[in-house]
């Protein structure tokens, strides 16, 4: 069961432009998101996170926004730089802390 | 602070062999948690451990998959015997004991079955 979907496998953006990455999700008792980027040979890092309570939170060049109406929410990263190339992660979770994982949106920054 | 350690970074073994993967989760966490991520695919959740007992394992394929965590720290995950579809990166986490439980990764296995 997929309650955490990336529709997009990739994405390529030029340096000093924003990138916008895309999360969904089914289950509306979900109430914890979180980004992870992940580098090669490397294990996912956090990013970011926001509670169901917000809309928005942001941390220096990264700002997530949740539409929980929607069920859905962004990663935007202002400016972009060639060291974001990675493959960022969205995550999700209720109360119990069972993390689910979309499949991941490989970001590439053009210099 | 260290971060989570695993142990080895890469195996390869051949089907129906057993193989066994180690994680030292970060000083003071009390949770851990074992992921599988097949290539093209998120993390998927194994198992978690709320210091040395068992939180869920729904997903872990008991017939073959077996996972320990002594004295609370350290833990272990083995298979036993491997098929093909077990090839994938397996990924330790941790999280602290207060507060949301952001999880902190180690850098995983990447285990490949022949």
């Known amino acids: 069961d997929q309650q955490v979907k990336q529709n997009s496998p990739s994405l390529s953006v030029q340096e000093g432009r924003i990138s916008i990455l895309n999360c969904d999700y089914t289950?509306?008792?979900?109430?914890?998101f979180l980004w992870y980027k992940k580098y090669p040979a490397e294990g996912p890092t956090f990013l970011i996170s926001i509670s169901s309570i917000k809309d928005k939170n942001e941390d220096g060049r990264f700002t997530v926004f949740l539409n929980k109406s929607a069920k859905h929410l962004s990663l935007h990263i202002v400016p972009s730089q060639p060291g974001d190339s990675a493959v960022y992660f969205c995550a999700a979770s209720e109360a119990n802390n069972d993390m689910r994982f979309g499949a991941g949106t490989r970001l590439t920054v053009k210099p | 602070e260290a971060g989570v350690a695993q142990s080895p970074r890469y195996k390869i073994i051949e089907k129906r062999q057993s193989v066994a993967f180690w994680c030292n989760p970060i000083s003071g966490h009390a949770t851990l948690y074992w992921y599988q991520q097949i290539l093209g695919q998120g993390p998927k959740l194994l198992i978690q451990f709320q210091n040395n007992g068992v939180v869920d394992d729904s997903q872990l394929p008991k017939d073959r998959f077996s996972a320990e965590r002594l004295k609370g720290v350290d833990s272990t995950l083995k298979i036993q015997p491997a098929k093909l579809e077990d090839s994938a990166v397996y990924l330790c986490?941790?999280?602290?004991?207060?507060?949301?439980?952001?999880?902190?990764f180690g850098p995983g296995t990447r285990l490949l079955v022949l």
């Open positions: 986490a941790s999280s602290p004991n207060t507060g949301r439980k952001t999880q902190y």
């Open positions: 289950n509306s008792m979900f109430d914890y």
